[in-house]
């Protein structure tokens, strides 16, 4: 859950400071264990130390940032615990939202047909980012999909805390994605899921879901066992 909730207004230099610094350590560009300091992070985001250590300190609240007394501040090693909780519990709430979905959803309303054309759209970019090897662009075509579907519950809460839920998983995710190259299955995998919840079969639907969700599990051990500096059990 964003600890700096977006708000309508120009957001200020504090969100600006949590939300690069956030995507910089869920992207692996800052990595687990690497030491961060105000003033070096400040000079990158041309602003000053104030908003900074606000974002730290709610990066750390969230789990990301570790604050070393004396010495500044880490980010924090990515907890195998944490990810295999958040990848279990993700799961669950998913299930839920997208079999709601695949009840509910009606060709004849412009709601699900405007759905429908813009997460084929999304389809589309994440097979083109697929073909390039842009794992990246990838991952945020990824959350984009998942995040289209449960939006169509108009439940706010299971959106919130999905979305809290995938921060953790995001940093596993890079890696995956990084190592195992099994891009164009999960691009399969998201057609496969899009077409058993357009045709209204909300039991195919949550079996291949959970099928989707599953294979991070299994790819885990090895890549705990490649990137074990990146990583604490606790």
Not at 35 to 60: D, F
Not at 66 to 74: D, F, K, T, V, Y
Not at 152 to 157: D, E
Not at 177 to 187: G, R
């Amino acid at each position: 859950m964003a600890l700096y909730p977006p708000t309508q207004n120009r957001e200020t230099l504090g969100e600006t400071a949590y939300r690069k610094i956030r995507d910089d350590i869920i992207s692996l560009r800052l990595q687990p264990g690497q030491m961060v300091y105000e003033n070096e992070l400040a000079s990158a985001l041309g602003m000053s130390r104030t908003p900074v250590r606000e974002a730290l300190l709610a990066l750390q609240r969230e789990e990301f940032i570790e604050i070393l007394p004396q010495r500044g501040a880490r980010v924090a090693y990515i907890s195998e615990k944490k990810v295999e909780e958040a990848r279990s519990l993700r799961e669950i709430l998913e299930v839920h939202g997208f079999t709601w979905v695949a009840q509910a959803w009606d060709e004849e309303l412009e709601t699900f047909r405007e759905a429908g054309r813009e997460i084929d759209e999304i389809l589309r970019k994440q097979a083109g980012a697929s073909e390039t090897g842009d794992y990246i662009a990838f991952l945020d075509l990824d959350e984009a999909f998942h995040q289209s579907i449960l939006e169509l519950t108009s439940n706010a809460t299971l959106v919130s805390i999905v979305t809290q839920l995938r921060g953790h998983l995001k940093r596993m995710r890079y890696l995956e994605l990084k190592e195992a190259l099994n891009m164009e299955t999960v691009v399969q995998q998201h057609r496969d899921i899009f077409a058993a919840l357009r045709a209204g079969n909300a039991e195919e639907t949550a079996s291949l879901l959970k099928h989707h969700f599953r294979q991070l599990q299994y790819n885990i051990p090895s890549i705990v066992t490649k990137y074990s500096r990146y990583f604490t059990r606790l």
